[in-house]
C-alpha cells in the first residue's frame, strides 16, 4: 500500500543519523525503535515482562492499567527520543532477535563529553528470559560505551532481590557501589548500585558497531 510504513522506514532518516545506528552480536539486533517497533515492544509489555507480585523497576510502570499501559510505552520512546541532546541522551535501542522484537536495551549519558560515564537499563519480554539474551544486549551497549565512544566508566542497578539482573552485572564484570533505599508502591526497597570501569569489561560476545561516524558527535563524544 503507498505511504504504508515499513518496520525499518525510520532508519534511512538522512536529518537524523541516529536512526542508522546499530548493533549486531551473534543472536541479536540493537537499533533506535521506528513506530512500528514501538507497537511491536507494546505488545512485548502486554505480554508480560515478571512475574506477578514482583516489581523490578523503581518506577513500576508495569503495573498500569492495559489502555494506559499501550499508550504510555509508545510515548515513553517517544518523549526520550524527542529530548536528546548531545549533552544529555537516553538510547532506547529495541532487542530484535530472529526478527521479532523481544525487548528494550537503554544507555544514557549526561554530559559525556567531560564524565565520560554512561548508565544502563533494561527489559525482556518474559518468554525470553534465561537464555542469556539479557547478558548480550547489555554487552552490546557496554561495547558501544566503551569502544565506540570512549566511556571510562558504566552504572547500572537493581533491587537486590532480583538476583538475574544482578547476575548479568556480575558477568559483565559489574562492582557493587553501596545501596540506596528507595520506596517503591508503598513498599521498602534496597537498591543495589553496581559501577563497571572500562578496564574490567571484556564483552563475552563479539559486537558489531553499525554506522556510528555518521552520529558520533549527538553522542557529545
Given at each position: 500500500m503507498p505511504g504504508r510504513m515499513?518496520?525499518?522506514?525510520?532508519?534511512?532518516?538522512?536529518h537524523w543519523p541516529i536512526f542508522g545506528l546499530r548493533l549486531t552480536t551473534p543472536r541479536l539486533?540493537?537499533?533506535?525503535?521506528?513506530?512500528?517497533?514501538?507497537?511491536?515492544?507494546t505488545d512485548r509489555a502486554l505480554e508480560g515482562v515478571h512475574e506477578p507480585g514482583?516489581?523490578?523497576?523503581?518506577?513500576?510502570?508495569?503495573?498500569?492499567?492495559?489502555?494506559e499501559l499501550e499508550r504510555s510505552t509508545i510515548q515513553y520512546?517517544?518523549?526520550?527520543?524527542?529530548?536528546?541532546?548531545?549533552?544529555?541522551?537516553?538510547?532506547?535501542?529495541?532487542?530484535?532477535h530472529d526478527g521479532q522484537v523481544i525487548g528494550s536495551q537503554g544507555?544514557?549519558?549526561?554530559?559525556?563529553?567531560?564524565?565520560?560515564?554512561?548508565?544502563t537499563g533494561s527489559w525482556l519480554g518474559r518468554a525470553w528470559q534465561g537464555k542469556g539474551l539479557g547478558t548480550e544486549m547489555r554487552a552490546a551497549v557496554l561495547h558501544l560505551a566503551f569502544a565506540g565512544l570512549g566511556a571510562e566508566t558504566a552504572r547500572?542497578?537493581?533491587f537486590v532481590d532480583n538476583p538475574a539482573s544482578?547476575?548479568?552485572?556480575?558477568?559483565?564484570?559489574?562492582?557493587?557501589?553501596?545501596?540506596?533505599?528507595?520506596?517503591?508502591?508503598?513498599?521498602?526497597?534496597?537498591?543495589?548500585?553496581?559501577l563497571l570501569n572500562r578496564a574490567d569489561f571484556t564483552s563475552p560476545v563479539p559486537v558489531e558497531i553499525h554506522g556510528l561516524d555518521a552520529c558520533r558527535a549527538e553522542f557529545g563524544a
Open positions: 515499513t518496520i525499518r522506514d525510520n532508519h534511512d532518516m538522512r539486533e540493537l537499533r533506535l525503535p521506528s513506530m512500528a517497533d514501538l507497537d511491536a515492544l514482583f516489581m523490578p523497576f523503581l518506577i513500576p510502570w508495569t503495573a498500569a492499567p492495559v489502555e520512546h517517544l518523549r526520550v527520543l524527542a529530548a536528546w541532546r548531545p549533552e544529555d541522551w537516553t538510547a532506547n535501542f529495541v532487542v530484535v544507555m544514557s549519558g549526561n554530559d559525556f563529553a567531560i564524565t565520560r560515564e554512561v548508565s547500572s542497578s537493581a544482578l547476575a548479568v552485572s556480575r558477568k559483565l564484570g559489574y562492582r557493587e557501589d553501596g545501596t540506596t533505599v528507595q520506596a517503591v508502591q508503598g513498599r521498602r526497597r534496597v537498591d543495589q548500585r553496581l
